[in-house]
């Protein structure tokens, strides 16, 4: 009974330092939001229209941002909304059909110019066929009088917006196109267009049931763009009443890698395994370690005595004999000219007089011969006389 009262009274104490601790907490700190600016990931680097599909998904829509030539080549199934951000070279002339055939079942195309055209402005084969023409728009220069006047008016490097009306849309909407390009219809076959005094910037066609739309620019579909003017609010209505959208932010041909991750991923993971497990058996070591061993060096004297072994078993000995004869004349008679032009018995006899040996073992050592180990020997002495006579 008396543990329970302690226990009880230990668990109010507790109760009230909580209760006081949760007081003085709120009492000394104050509840604020900062908003700290991030940098851009890695997806939305990638990814130019990213906002765009995010926009267009919290509306409702199957949007999907993508790139490559995969639904240029090959059109989606469904009909839907293609915007493509960079169009790339010319299609062939049998995709280019089957790309006209998806507009014509309900589809919306959606295209700009690229950012780079040749001299006579031309660029892809489908502006040629929807009868297009892209000029360069270029501002006239200013004159210096006028330049305070400028500056003045125009204080931001902004584009300044295009006011426009819509179908179907109240009022009017306000779309920062460029100033660096503007469409000509030069065929008279747009059955929409928004124009200004430099030039038109929208021209839309009706191909069958769908449409195809050209836009002077597609910047005001990117991350920074989408939420200035009515940019989304553009997009939105071009959807229209589509259920599939497709963002084309990226015309480029995909390299080799990325083709085969995308259609043959189990190809590539089991290549990547084989890799590692290739990489990884090559460290392993097969059969036992081999023995460090610290063989001692012979020195020279025992080296030369197994080279004359060698010689003597296998019949080079007289071969070898010759060669140093030779070898010791030509050193007595670089070292004594007066030996060149003496026959063979004078000039073994200068040569004993010289060095105080008979002649007939001088003779024996530079001309003749042995026979048996104990000869070979003794002429070798002798040979080893004459070498030592050279020196002195």
Not at 22 to 48: C, T, Y
Not at 134 to 151: F, G, H, L, M, S
Not at 372 to 392: D, N
Request: hydrophobic share 45%; net charge negative; glycine share 6%.
């Amino acid at each position: 009974m008396r543990t329970k009262v302690v226990l009880t009274i230990i668990g109010l104490l507790l109760l009230l330092l909580l209760g006081w601790w949760v007081q003085w907490f709120f009492a000394n700190h104050e509840q604020k939001s900062r908003e700290i600016k991030a940098d851009v990931s890695p997806l939305a680097k990638r990814n130019s229209m990213l906002a765009a599909d995010l926009f267009l998904q919290r509306l409702g829509k199957a949007s999907e941002s993508i790139s490559g030539r995969d639904y240029l080549l090959n059109p989606p199934v469904d009909p839907g909304l293609l915007v493509v951000s960079r169009l790339g070279s010319s299609l062939p002339e049998e995709r280019q059909t089957l790309l006209l055939e998806w507009v014509g079942r309900g589809g919306h195309l959606v295209i700009a110019p690229e950012k780079s055209l040749d001299d006579e402005g031309r660029s892809n084969s489908l502006f040629e066929y929807l009868g297009v023409e892209i000029n360069r728009y270029e501002k006239a220069e200013v004159d210096e009088q006028d330049v305070a006047a400028t500056i003045k008016i125009d204080q931001s490097d902004k584009l300044l917006p295009v006011i426009f009306e819509m179908s179907d849309l109240p009022g009017e909407i306000a779309v920062a196109f460029t100033d660096k390009y503007t469409l000509f219809d030069s065929a008279g076959h747009a059955d929409w267009q928004v124009e200004t005094d430099e030039g038109a910037h929208l021209l839309q066609f009706d191909i069958g049931q769908g449409k195809v739309t050209v836009l002077s620019d597609l910047v005001i579909f990117t991350n920074d763009q989408i939420g200035e003017h009515d940019h989304a609010l553009f997009l939105a209505r071009l959807a229209n009443d589509l259920p599939h959208v497709w963002l084309l932010y990226s015309s480029d041909m995909p390299s080799l890698i990325q083709l085969l991750w995308r259609h043959a991923t189990a190809l590539m993971i089991s290549l990547c395994t084989l890799f590692v497990l290739l990489m990884w058996s090559l460290t392993q070591r097969s059969g036992p370690l081999l023995e460090n061993r610290h063989e001692i060096r012979r020195n020279l004297m025992e080296h030369l005595t197994a080279v004359g072994h060698y010689l003597w078993r296998t019949d080079k000995a007289a071969e070898t004999f010759k060669n140093a004869q030779a070898a010791l004349e030509q050193s007595w008679l670089r070292r004594h000219p007066v030996l060149v032009n003496m026959q063979q018995a004078e000039r073994c006899h200068w040569i004993a007089d010289h060095i105080d040996m008979t002649q007939h073992a001088v003779e024996r050592a530079l001309y003749g011969s042995y026979q048996g180990e104990h000869e070979f020997i003794q002429v070798t002495a002798i040979q080893q006389k004459l070498v030592a006579a050279l020196f002195k």
